[in-house]
């Protein structure tokens, strides 16, 4: 079936059970960023492939929101399937819950799968519905529409990060959430989303693309902690290691059991955004409990990485950067020779240069190889049908990283594929000084990315230029390349602290024509103190060369200049022990002062 024809089948299924709507969102029950095969939903409805988007369905109407990395791509797959785009933070784009509640009759039916909507996606309907008293009903239609070729659920061998990587154990990090949970007047939790259980309980698995968890939760109270995963996966020396430390490990589907199970009053901390509607009333029907919707107790522990996952984090940057100088070798012999090079190509020789590396455990997400107009999709993936063919001229961006057992890295780095236009030159600069105003930013204790998104954004705004995009965000330890608290845009409320990373992305992105980005790993660090308070800086920890074969360095300030030599001058002493004398030849030139 196309898009058209599952949509109809979706609007049977809807009328069948005398329900006026239907949301698909992109999440599975841990609502998740990247899913497992079995929950892309939203893409198998609707064609469209990107990481983020929401459809909605009703009667004579169908939608699609999602934001501004995905504009040109959706747009292309949505074409001819009769689901209109909406381009969220758009002037003139309705909300979600505002557009339904328009095309819903009064007193109609929203059907939404409980199981993979997070309570504050139906908090934001229901009050959008409360006017025309529309009501939503949890049912499952997804699995009504979608019965054959559905991939199954994941269940990939489970294994535990050795404390020498983690920094700390299960026990001790319990102990924090516990006492997390006690300054918030709670007593217990449900951990849903699966990178905070994987750092929580140094778990790992390989249940999703890219990112190495595990399907599981983890109920934490006062006195216990229980693990619910699908326990034929988990080893038995896996199992007992976690019983040392104080956790009883149950089946995944006993959740709703245990929650039901919860004797003493209890009061349970909830993020809204991150627990499913549908166990959010499992705790509502357990008369002992008693919900308070707060911030979700793990994300700001492992947000702040310990002494131990710095140290091995910078370790993997080391590999990381091996891994991008052999990649970018390899590009300029292949295009100097004249071959036939495509952006598949450069997808399968950045991979083949990681998996070269000491404890790669795979690619951090899907590598984002992109020639010329393709680079301005910021999430454009390369296919064998369709992919480009490199030529000696324009701009190569790649978009990649690497998982660890040491860390997880994300690198962005733009390539001159032949002499740049004048015109390439300037924004390529502009690009490049945006980076460098984030680099050497410093800031005051209590900034939070919002504070600090416009440094980033000035030089561009100088030329009426911007991005559709946040500049950075945090990136896990052997966990998830999209990590929060923190985040560095417009909306990122959350206050830098020493030992938090983010990267530092900006770019310009001109349909048809271009696509440049610049991206380094940045760790949060004390820089100063004084009657004016704490202030704070940030170190560059990815180690890899910036092409400089673009830079108009009369664009840059003399500061900017000496940021650019400082920092290449760190890349070559810390790669060079690890490289050929060929490979340190060439790291020389491209690490040549401006």
């Not at 199981?115 to 309907?125: G, I």
Request: charged residues 20%; contains cysteine.
């Amino acid at each position: 079936m196309n898009a058209s024809e599952k949509i109809a089948a979706l609007r049977a299924a809807m009328k069948a059970c005398g329900a006026d709507g239907y949301l698909v969102p992109s999440s599975d029950p841990h609502m998740s960023e990247y899913l497992p095969a079995h929950y892309r939903a939203r893409a198998w409805f609707s064609g469209f492939t990107g990481s983020a988007g929401t459809l909605a369905v009703t009667a004579d109407a169908a939608a699609l929101w999602t934001d501004g990395r995905y504009f040109i791509q959706a747009e292309r797959q949505l074409a001819g399937s009769g689901i209109e785009l909406m381009r969220m933070r758009e002037p003139g784009t309705p909300e979600l819950e505002n557009w339904l509640a328009e095309h819903l009759p009064a007193g109609g039916t929203m059907a939404l799968d409980g199981a993979v909507c997070a309570v504050a996606t139906v908090e934001k309907l229901e009050k959008a519905f409360a006017a025309k008293q529309i009501a939503v009903c949890d049912k499952d239609l997804t699995g009504a529409v979608w019965t054959q070729d559905r991939p199954p659920l994941p269940a990939t061998p489970a294994w535990l990060l050795d404390v020498q990587y983690a920094g700390k154990t299960a026990r001790e990090k319990l102990a924090d959430v516990r006492a997390a949970l006690g300054k918030a007047g709670a007593q217990a939790t449900l951990v849903s989303r699966l990178d905070s259980v994987a750092w929580l309980l140094n778990l790992r698995a390989a249940d999703i693309d890219y990112n190495p968890f595990a399907l599981a939760y983890c109920l934490v109270t006062e006195d216990a902690a229980q693990l619910f995963i699908d326990t034929g996966r988990l080893p038995g020396a896996a199992r007992a290691a976690l019983e040392g430390e104080g956790v009883c490990v149950r089946g995944y589907q006993d959740v709703e059991a245990a929650i039901a199970a919860i004797g003493a009053d209890t009061a349970v901390l909830y993020e809204p955004a991150g627990l499913s509607y549908r166990l959010q009333r499992a705790f509502l029907s357990n008369p002992h409990v008693t919900l308070k919707a707060g911030d979700e107790p793990v994300a700001p522990l492992k947000g702040v990485k310990n002494p131990v996952e710095v140290k091995n984090l910078k370790n993997a940057h080391v590999k990381d950067g091996v891994a991008m100088v052999r990649f970018a070798m390899r590009l300029e012999k292949a295009m100097a020779a004249g071959e036939d090079v495509t952006e598949c190509d450069v997808d399968a020789w950045m991979r083949e240069a990681r998996a070269a590396q000491p404890d790669n455990l795979g690619e951090s997400f899907s590598t984002i190889a992109a020639y010329g107009a393709n680079a301005a999709m910021m999430h454009y993936a390369p296919a064998p049908d369709t992919c480009a063919h490199l030529a000696p001229h324009g701009f190569l961006l790649v978009d990649c990283g690497g998982q660890y057992r040491d860390g997880t890295t994300d690198v962005t780095r733009t390539y001159a594929l032949g002499t740049p236009t004048e015109e390439e030159r300037r924004l390529y600069t502009l690009v490049l000084k945006s980076h460098i105003n984030i680099a050497r930013a410093v800031f005051k204790q209590g900034m939070a990315g919002m504070h600090l998104d416009i440094l980033a954004r000035g030089p561009m705004w100088r030329e009426t230029l911007d991005y559709r995009c946040g500049t950075g965000h945090g990136v896990g330890f052997v966990g998830g390349v999209h990590e929060g608290p923190q985040n560095l845009s417009a909306r990122g409320t959350a206050p830098f602290e020493p030992g938090m990373t983010i990267t530092d992305e900006p770019g310009i992105y001109e349909e048809g024509r271009l696509g440049i980005r610049i991206e380094n790993e940045l760790l949060c660090k004390e820089y100063g103190e004084s009657e004016y308070g704490k202030f704070y800086c940030f170190e560059p920890i990815t180690y890899c060369p910036i092409d400089t074969k673009p830079v108009d360095a009369a664009m840059l300030s003399a500061e900017e200049r000496a940021w650019l030599n400082e920092f290449h001058a760190n890349v070559r002493k810390t790669l060079a022990p690890h490289l050929t004398d060929e490979e340190n030849a060439w790291l020389a030139d491209a690490c040549a002062p401006v």
